[in-house]
C-alpha cells in the first residue's frame, strides 16, 4: 500500500514537472513566433567557453536564419509534447539537446565571465538543472496518466502501471 | 477501446493550459509589438545604409604616401597595404588569442584598384619600410627626398598626408595646385592663414581634396543626422563631447626608435617653417606635444568631436568659443595642454522645437578633455524632449518633462530611463524599446562596427569615396568646407586658451574677429 502510494506521488509529481517545463518551453517558443524581430544573434555572438568558435560560426549568415526559427520550432516542440503528453520522450531529447547547447553556449564556469545572469552560479545554472529534469521526463514518460497517449494507448497503460 | 470521463479530463488535460500559454505568449509579444511599432512610427527613423561608392575602374590610381609614421602606417593598411613586420605582429596576436581578428580583418577588406607607387618620409628606416614591404616584382615603390619632387615626379596621381600638423596646408596645397589629389589629415591645416590659402587652393583644383575624418563613415552618424533632422530630440541645447585617455600612447609619449639620428632623419626638412633648433629625437617622434608642429587638444582631438557633430547637426562656425585648461598631468616639457575645456557658443543654432515658437534657440557644444584620467563619458545631445547618446551605436531617451512626447509618457508607453530608439549598425533591425540585454550586448561594443555583418574599418571607407571621387566625380563626404569649418573652429578654441579670452567669429566676413595688436598666427605657433 505504501509502495502503491509512493509510485502515485512519484508520477503526479514528474507530471507536474512535465507541464511546468513544458509550459516554460512552450511560452519561450511563442514569444520569439510572434516577434519578427526576435533573434538570437546576442546571445551567439557573445558566446564563451570551448565551444565559442562554433557558436560564433552560426551566429553569421545564412546560418542565423536557420537556428533562429530551429530555436523556436524546438522550443516549441519540447512545450507541445511535454503539454499534450504525446511524444514526450522525443520532445525530452530534443529539450536536452536544446539546453545543453544553451549551457555550453554560456557555461556557467567562474573562470569566465558571467553574461546576463540573474542569480549566482558555480558550474551548475538553472538550465543545467532543467536539462537533468528533462532526463526525468526522458526516463518517466507519464503522458499515459496525463495527456493523448492516454487515449491513444489506453491498452498499454494498465500494464505500464503495474511496473512502475 | 473504451474512455471513461476520467481517460478524456486525464487525456485532454493538456490541451487548455496549451491554449492558455500560447495565447499569453501571442497577446504579449503582439502587444509588445504594436507598442514598439507604434513609437517607431511615430519616431519615424530612417536607419542608413551604407552608401554605394562607384569603383574604380581603369588603370589603378598611384598613390603616395607622404609620412609613414603611426598614422601613415594605419592609412597605408587601410589602402591594402600592411607592412611585414605588422602582418607577423598580428599572426603571433592571432594564434595566442583566437578572439584577435586585425589580421583577419585586414585581409577580408575589399581591394581598392590602387597601387602605391612612391613615399615621401624624412626618416630613412620608414621609408625603407615602405620600400621593403610594398615593392613587388614588376611594382618598386620609389623614395622621393621631397614632397614637392614626388608631386611634380608624374608618379603619383593621388598623395595621402600623414605628417605632423604644420606640414599639412604647405603639402596639400601645393598637391592641388599642381593637379594631384589630395588626402590630409587632421586638423586640415596648422595656422589661420593657411586655412583660406588652403581654401582657395581647393576651390581653384580640379583635383579632389579630403580631410581625414574617417567617422564621417559611420553608419550611425548617417542614422543621427535623420534623428535630428526629424526632431526627434527637439530643441538640442547642449552638447558635450569628451576625450578620456589615461596611457602614455594617448598623452602622444610614443615609442622612440633608437635608429632614429642626424645622420637617418633630415632633421631642417622636419622643422620646416618651425623655429630651428638642434636634431631632438624627442620632438621628432612626439611632435604632438609642441605648438611648433602639432596642435594640441584643440587641433588633434577636439577636430574629431567637432567634425563628428557638424556632421550631424552641420552648425558651422561658433559663433564665439572660450577655452580653459593647462599641463596638469604631463609635465614633461610638453606645452599644449593635457586638460583642456573648450564651449562653443552657436546663439542662433535650432534643430527645431516643439514648444512655443521662438522659445528656444541657440547651442552650446562642450569639448572636456583630460589626458590623466580614461574614464569613459560619451558624447550626449541634450534636447528638450530626448537625449541621445551618440557613438557607433545610438541610444535615445526620452526626457521625463517632454512636451513632444508628454502623451506617451503619462500613458506609461515611454519611460525616461528606458530608451526609445537604440540603433546598432550590427543587428538587424533597430530595437525600439530595448531591453536590457541588448543594451548589454551593445554596451559591449559587439554589434556596432559590421556593415552587413562585416567588421569594416571606417578609414577604409573614408579613403575608397576620395579615390572613387578622384576617378568618378562626386562630393566628398568631408571636403574643403568641412575641412574650412573643423580648421578655423579649431584655431579658435587653441586661440582662446592661449590669450585666455573670447575669440569671436564674424560669419558676414567670414573671418575672426580681430583683437587689436594681436596676430593670431603668431600666436597659434608661439610656444605658449
Known amino acids: 500500500m505504501t509502495e502503491t502510494k509512493r509510485k502515485w506521488q512519484l508520477k503526479h509529481s514528474i507530471v507536474l514537472l512535465r507541464v511546468l517545463i513544458g509550459w516554460h518551453f512552450l511560452y519561450e517558443g511563442v514569444i520569439k513566433l510572434y516577434n519578427p524581430d526576435w533573434t538570437s544573434f546576442g546571445y551567439l555572438a557573445t558566446a564563451q567557453g570551448p565551444l565559442e568558435p562554433l557558436f560564433l560560426a552560426i551566429a553569421k549568415e545564412p546560418m542565423i536564419g536557420w537556428a533562429d526559427t530551429l530555436n523556436w520550432l524546438a522550443l516549441m516542440f519540447v512545450g507541445i509534447t511535454f503539454l499534450l503528453g504525446i511524444f514526450e520522450k522525443k520532445g525530452a531529447l530534443v529539450g536536452i539537446l536544446l539546453l545543453a547547447l544553451y549551457y555550453l553556449a554560456h557555461p556557467a564556469f567562474p573562470w569566465l565571465q558571467q553574461v546576463n545572469v540573474e542569480g549566482s552560479y558555480w558550474f551548475i545554472n538553472k538550465n543545467l538543472i532543467e536539462l537533468a529534469a528533462c532526463l526525468v521526463i526522458y526516463q518517466f514518460p507519464t503522458g499515459q496518466y496525463f495527456g493523448l497517449t492516454n487515449l491513444f494507448n489506453k491498452d498499454k497503460e494498465q500494464t505500464k502501471t503495474e511496473t512502475l | ?394 541610444t535615445i531617451w526620452p526626457d521625463s518633462r517632454s512636451t513632444k512626447y508628454a502623451g506617451l509618457l503619462e500613458s506609461g508607453k515611454m519611460n525616461p530611463s528606458i530608451p526609445v530608439y537604440s540603433y546598432d549598425p550590427g543587428a538587424s533591425v533597430p530595437d525600439a524599446v530595448s531591453s536590457a540585454t541588448s543594451q548589454y550586448f551593445a554596451d559591449k561594443g559587439l554589434m556596432w562596427t559590421y556593415i552587413n555583418g562585416a567588421r569594416v574599418d571606417s578609414t577604409f571607407l573614408h579613403l575608397r569615396e576620395w579615390l572613387s571621387c578622384t576617378r568618378n566625380g562626386g562630393k566628398v563626404s568631408c571636403g574643403i568646407n568641412e575641412g574650412f569649418d573643423e580648421a578655423i573652429s579649431a584655431h579658435m578654441g587653441g586661440l582662446s586658451y592661449k590669450l585666455g579670452r573670447k575669440i569671436e567669429w564674424d560669419a558676414a566676413t567670414q573671418r575672426l574677429v580681430p583683437i587689436e595688436g594681436i596676430d593670431f598666427d603668431e600666436v597659434l605657433l608661439s610656444s605658449m
Open chain 2, 1 to 394: 477501446m473504451k474512455w471513461t470521463r476520467r481517460d478524456v479530463l486525464k487525456g485532454l488535460g493538456g490541451i487548455p493550459i496549451l491554449g492558455a500559454v500560447w495565447w499569453a505568449g501571442a497577446a504579449n509579444a503582439v502587444s509588445k509589438n504594436r507598442e514598439r511599432t507604434a513609437i517607431l512610427e511615430q519616431l519615424n527613423i530612417q536607419p542608413s545604409l551604407p552608401s554605394a561608392v562607384k569603383a574604380i575602374e581603369g588603370e589603378p590610381v598611384r598613390v603616395g604616401i607622404i609620412g609613414f609614421g603611426i598614422r601613415g602606417e594605419q592609412l597605408c593598411r587601410a589602402l591594402g597595404y600592411a607592412t611585414k613586420e605588422w602582418l607577423e605582429e598580428m599572426e603571433q596576436a592571432a594564434k595566442e588569442d583566437p578572439n584577435h581578428s586585425r589580421l583577419k580583418d585586414f585581409l577580408n577588406q575589399d581591394k581598392l584598384n590602387i597601387k602605391l607607387t612612391a613615399v615621401c618620409d624624412v626618416y630613412d628606416v620608414r621609408a625603407e619600410r615602405v620600400i621593403d614591404s610594398f615593392s613587388t616584382d614588376d611594382a618598386q615603390v620609389v623614395r622621393f627626398k621631397t614632397y614637392q619632387e614626388m608631386i611634380r615626379s608624374g608618379k603619383v596621381d593621388a598623395v595621402v598626408i600623414a605628417t605632423p600638423d604644420h606640414w599639412h596646408a604647405p603639402m596639400a596645397i601645393d598637391a592641388l595646385e599642381n593637379g594631384i589629389h589630395a588626402y590630409v589629415e587632421k586638423p586640415m591645416t596648422h595656422t589661420v592663414s593657411e586655412t583660406y590659402r588652403l581654401r582657395e587652393a581647393a576651390e581653384k583644383s580640379k583635383a579632389v581634396l579630403m580631410v581625414g575624418h574617417q567617422h564621417r563613415q559611420t553608419m550611425s552618424f548617417q542614422t543621427a543626422q535623420d534623428i535630428v533632422t526629424k526632431g526627434v530630440l527637439g530643441h538640442v541645447s547642449l552638447v558635450q563631447t569628451n576625450t578620456n585617455r589615461n596611457d602614455d600612447n594617448g598623452a602622444w609619449n610614443y615609442h622612440i626608435e633608437d635608429e632614429a639620428t642626424p645622420q637617418t632623419i633630415d632633421w631642417d626638412q622636419f622643422l620646416g617653417s618651425a623655429p630651428k633648433i638642434p636634431f631632438n629625437k624627442n620632438h621628432f617622434f612626439r611632435w604632438r606635444k609642441w605648438w611648433a608642429y602639432g596642435s594640441g587638444l584643440s587641433g588633434d582631438l577636439l577636430t574629431h568631436d567637432y567634425d563628428r557633430l557638424n556632421c550631424v547637426l552641420k552648425m558651422g562656425i561658433p559663433s564665439s568659443v572660450t577655452t580653459s585648461g593647462g599641463i596638469y598631468t604631463h609635465n614633461d616639457g610638453r606645452n599644449v595642454p593635457d586638460v583642456l575645456q573648450v564651449n562653443m557658443e552657436f546663439p542662433e543654432f535650432s534643430t527645431g522645437s516643439s514648444q512655443a515658437k521662438g522659445k528656444e534657440k541657440g547651442m552650446t557644444f562642450v569639448y572636456s578633455a583630460t589626458l590623466g584620467n580614461g574614464f569613459n563619458r560619451p558624447t550626449i545631445l541634450m534636447g528638450h524632449d530626448g537625449t541621445m547618446e551618440l557613438g557607433n551605436r545610438l
